[in-house]
């Protein structure tokens, strides 16, 4: 295990296996030049978190926090699997979390805290402070209940 991984365990979270997209056109990822730019990507199955549904409708807003952090360590599952190692990430540079949202629901800033909460408190204050976007939608592929998207730098162009 390298630092960053050894560090998801004392938080006591874990990786989930990398999101298999069901096209062979995308991936969950994309290095270009020292940037890595992530697909959406939604909270994995099977992790003891909502996955599907209408936030603040058949979600709470607590459990949409939740299934936000998952949603950030499958995005850091695929960045892992794409360069190798989360020890190449140097700066988490922005972050759009697109909610399910039911209507009349507007925290979508707070739902999507549970993913900026957890780079801040993997990556630092400083290399895990990021632009962000939250934006609230009508509907998503799959009837996911979010899928959050990050854009990370690196400290090097090497990639898998």
């Known amino acids: 295990m390298n630092?960053?991984?050894?560090k998801i365990h004392e938080m006591g979270l874990k990786l989930p296996k990398p999101f298999i997209y069901p096209s062979p056109n995308r991936t969950g990822c994309v290095v270009t030049g020292n940037l890595v730019y992530t697909s959406g990507h939604p909270p994995p199955s099977g992790f003891g978190v909502a996955v599907h549904g209408?936030?603040?409708?058949?979600?709470?807003?607590?459990?949409?926090?939740?299934?936000?952090?998952?949603a950030a360590l499958n995005i850091l599952a695929s960045v892992e699997q794409q360069v190798g190692s989360l020890e190449a990430i140097k700066q988490v540079v922005k972050v759009t979390g697109l909610?399910?949202?039911?209507?009349?629901f507007v925290r979508q800033f707070a739902v999507v805290d549970g993913a900026s909460n957890l780079f801040v408190d993997l990556f630092g204050p400083s290399a895990g402070q990021h632009a962000r976007s939250a934006i609230g939608v009508f509907e998503l592929p799959r009837q996911f209940c979010m899928e959050i998207e990050a854009i990370f730098e690196l400290s090097n162009s090497n990639s898998r």
């Open 99 to 104: 909610v399910n949202s039911a209507p009349g």
């Open 54 to 70: 209408k936030v603040g409708g058949d979600i709470a807003e607590r459990e949409a926090v939740s299934s936000a952090q998952a």
């Open 3 to 6: 630092r960053m991984t050894d």
